[in-house]
């Protein structure tokens, strides 16, 4: 649910790195974490495991500047990939105006994919959202990985993107493909709300400054 | 310092529980985390990151007392050395929302949960009864959107012809 003040112009959208285990969600925020600038970012806040399991989520607040006229902020979360954890995804995944579905590029990692791909939706369903409404886009992550070891971006469409929602190759170790993830949820995000079929009512946002 | 809100009917309820309780912070926020008012805060990033947490809190607890108890745990009360901090349930007729402030030897629990249950009938009598959805203008959007991203990125943003531009943040 993107909030949008109107009296301040100010505008504040919820993004969800969803995926399965080990796909690199996490990675994605450390990435954009780095290379944003003190003063345009919050503490990146992890709730993990001792072992830097995501246990609830990663949330990072980012300041994006004005856009159309609008101050707009982004809160970007994770969720944790592992299968037992359903419910926190659920939880995690309420009020989101867009998801960035982390794959694990890796060829023995497929089922995983598919299989976090459903939950993904069957969770969307939960909260009474039709998939096909939600801005989504697909980072196929681990395409540096020696090519024996994954999956093509072909194969990956395939599997994955029935949608035929924008995707990108990543490597989030080293930021490739970070930026341009980011880049295009934000965009259908935006232009979603542009439209004006944001997912629930607008309301507004608040904050310092 | 004055309470900064999302909606101009937040703002007198808010700002009466912080002046009646003398809250050191207060937050109003949308069970997904996004902030609906706030008192005490100064950099809106800050914002975002503790009504990430309490949204989480209130979650859990919520799922916590169905597993233990049959029904969500509607309010939560951590007393440390310093400061408490107060986390309650706001059922409205609308919609619900999430409470949480923070407190010193300035005030008590017992006066913070007085002050709370006031502020949820302010909260209930001050809602509007619908709200407007006006569309954002997307004439500027994906430029202004490929610029910042790219600032904050340290790149250089796209063109309109799809090749690099020198534009900056003013």
């Not at chain 1, 290379?35 to 993990?48: E, F, N, T, W, Y």
């Not at chain 2, 309470?3 to 109003?28: G, K, N, S």
């Not at chain 2, 999430?98 to 629990?109: G, P």
Request: charged share 20%; glycine share 8%; with cysteine.
């Amino acid at each position: 649910m993107s909030l949008v003040n109107y009296a301040t112009r100010e505008i504040t959208c919820k993004i969800v790195y969803y995926g399965p285990g080990r796909s690199g969600k996490t990675t994605n925020l450390h990435y954009i974490y780095e290379q944003v600038p003190g003063d345009r970012k919050g503490q990146m806040v992890s709730l993990a495991t001792q072992t830097d399991r995501t246990l609830f989520f990663d949330f990072l607040p980012l300041d994006l500047g004005t856009i159309s006229g609008f101050s707009t902020r982004f809160q970007l979360y994770t969720v944790p990939g592992q299968v037992y954890y359903q419910a926190t995804r659920k939880l995690v995944l309420h009020g989101a105006d867009g998801v960035v579905f982390v794959a694990d590029s890796q060829a023995r990692q497929l089922a995983e994919n598919i299989e976090s791909m459903q939950d993904l939706h069957t969770n969307l369903a939960e909260h009474e959202i039709d998939v096909r409404t939600m801005p989504l886009v697909l980072q196929y992550n681990k395409q540096d990985l020696p090519k024996s070891l994954i999956s093509s971006v072909p194969e990956l469409e395939d599997a994955l993107n029935f949608r035929e929602v924008p995707s990108f190759a990543a490597d989030a170790l080293h930021g490739t493909g970070v930026f341009e993830t980011l880049r295009g949820i934000a965009g259908l995000v935006l232009k979603r709300l542009s439209a004006g079929s944001g997912p629930a009512p607008a309301a507004a946002a608040a904050g310092g400054r | 310092m004055r309470t900064h809100v999302a909606e101009p009917w937040i703002e007198a309820p808010l700002q009466t529980f912080v002046d009646d309780a003398h809250a050191l912070f207060a937050l109003l926020l949308h069970p997904n985390g996004q902030v609906m008012g706030q008192f005490g805060f100064t950099r809106a990033v800050d914002v975002m990151a503790a009504c990430a947490l309490a949204a989480a809190i209130h979650a859990s607890a919520g799922e916590l007392g169905k597993e233990l108890d049959g029904k969500p745990f509607r309010e939560m009360y951590h007393a440390g050395r310093d400061r408490q901090i107060f986390i309650g349930d706001v059922p409205t007729t609308r919609e619900r929302f999430v409470f949480l402030t923070v407190f010193d030897s300035e005030s008590s629990l017992g006066l913070v949960r007085i002050y709370f249950q006031e502020l949820c009938e302010l909260l209930e009598h001050a809602q509007p009864t619908t709200t407007s959805q006006t569309p954002i203008s997307g004439t500027s959007l994906e430029h202004d959107l490929n610029r910042n991203l790219a600032i904050l990125f340290g790149r250089a943003p796209l063109g309109a012809d799809g090749g690099e531009s020198s534009l900056s943040l003013s």
